[in-house]
């Protein structure tokens, strides 16, 4: 029989082939378990109680300073916690909900999935975040509430975008799956707005393998949402008979998170600081590495705010080139995400967003993790200033105007 650790060696390989195109390649994304997880992990899957227990409590405690908010819901993942603040901002059949197209399409589906029809608002092409003028022209009175995204983690405008949501009267949810530990006017993420929904999945800088956290500013909507994590049931509550529970008075979801993945995220938050210190010091080695560069342009960011850089986004001339050539440097590199608007299910909702065509043409992510060892991190930069070498000359040959007409004319032979 193969040991422990004989099986975790030869899942590490597996993975590995798997993230970084045979172990080769710098990959984009990289799952980060620590070793110290086995123990508890092996605890809690032997002890008897493997679902919604006193770890998921624990866990949700724990997460309450990083978020400055003690209104916190441990979910199964990321998708259930936007589709539940979407049922806790009542949004409902034919509702309008103002969301952007650049994102995972998991910020929009459940959207449909509450019966309600998206408005899209366009975004900022130099930094990928919904526009909050244009989100105020497209408010109507159906609008029920404002999804917006922190592409790669880098905050949008949340002081604009919570004035247009108290104007109308309507919720503003942010969909935060990038930005765990981002900030935004020297608070957190998680404490500026109704909802600020996590995500935990698998290549998270946070990951409890599957999970999310929902947030939310009020102490009843919390409430409400732990009763409809779990199909409306009152888990606290004292029940006569042990399985059969009283009244449910409203219909509910299973979305709630389980004492094996708690222990997951327990662990994971001793190292996640760390985690998030490596990945924005190397986004900061890049901003001053591409500062000057015009093939190669890293997005524009305030310093009123700080991303956790989960993704590091640059917007490249001839991008098709960009991603030929970093592959064949042995990094990987991907847009993410494509706009969702394309996508035949969202074709009701077909709208002009100029800032969207601009940022999706040219935008795509390069490795900017804690994996990155100080050689891969000047490999990467290498690549990206060969690049620039290379585009450079072309770009200022395409920015030359035409040569003068009476030149041209001066050589046609005389009709
Ligand atoms: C922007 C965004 N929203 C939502 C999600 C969905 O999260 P989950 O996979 O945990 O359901 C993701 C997942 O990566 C995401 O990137």
């Not at 994971?268 to 901003?287: D, P, S």
């Not at 190669?296 to 917007?315: A, F, G, H, I, Q």
């Not at 064949?328 to 991907?334: I, P």
């Not at 000047?378 to 990206?384: E, G, L, P, R, T």
Request: with cysteine.
């Amino acid at each position: 029989m193969r040991s422990v650790d004989q099986g975790m060696q030869s899942i590490d390989e597996s993975v590995k082939k798997l993230l970084s195109g045979g172990g080769k390649d710098i990959p984009l994304f990289k799952v980060f378990i620590p070793e110290s997880v086995i123990e508890p992990l092996r605890e809690v899957l032997l002890s008897g109680y493997i679902g919604e227990g006193p770890r998921v409590e624990e866990f949700e405690q724990q997460l309450a300073p990083w978020f400055n908010n003690d209104n916190v819901l441990a979910l199964n993942n990321g998708t259930a916690t936007l589709q539940l603040a979407l049922r806790l901002a009542n949004v409902g059949y034919g509702d309008e909900v103002v969301s952007t197209a650049m994102t995972c399409t998991a910020t929009n589906e459940p959207i449909l999935a509450m019966g309600a029809k998206i408005v899209w608002a366009d975004i900022d092409p130099w930094t990928g975040n919904i526009n909050p003028d244009d989100v105020a022209k497209k408010i109507t009175p159906k609008t029920k509430a404002i999804m917006c995204v922190h592409w790669g983690g880098y905050p949008c405008d949340l002081d604009e975008l919570n004035a247009i949501a108290a104007e109308h009267g309507i919720k503003l949810i942010e969909d935060a799956c990038h930005a765990f530990s981002s900030i935004y006017h020297g608070k957190p993420i998680g404490s500026h707005s109704d909802f600020a929904c996590f995500s935990f999945q698998a290549i998270k800088e946070m990951t409890t393998v599957d999970g999310g956290a929902l947030v939310c500013k009020c102490k009843a909507d919390r409430e409400r949402g732990r009763l409809l994590r779990w199909y409306g049931i009152d888990r606290k509550s004292k029940r006569k008979d042990l399985r059969c529970e009283e009244d449910i008075v409203e219909y509910g979801y299973k979305f709630h998170m389980n004492d094996v993945t708690a222990v997951i995220g327990l662990e994971q938050l001793k190292y996640v600081g760390k985690t998030i210190e490596n990945h924005r010091a190397n986004a900061a080695r890049y901003n001053e590495a591409f500062k000057e560069l015009t093939a190669v342009r890293p997005l524009r960011y305030k310093d009123d705010r700080s991303s956790v850089c989960w993704m590091y986004t640059v917007r490249v001339k001839n991008r098709q080139k960009f991603m030929e050539h970093m592959k064949k440097a042995g990094v990987t590199v991907s847009q993410v995400h494509a706009r969702n608007d394309l996508h035949t299910m969202f074709e009701d909702f077909r709208a002009d967003l100029p800032g969207v065509g601009e940022f999706t043409s040219e935008q795509v992510s390069i490795p900017v993790g804690w994996w990155l060892t100080e050689k891969d991190l000047a490999h990467i930069i290498n690549a990206v200033l060969e690049y620039e070498r290379y585009l450079r000359p072309r770009i200022q040959e395409m920015k030359k105007p035409p040569r003068k007409y009476e030149k041209k004319t001066a050589h046609r032979p005389n009709l």
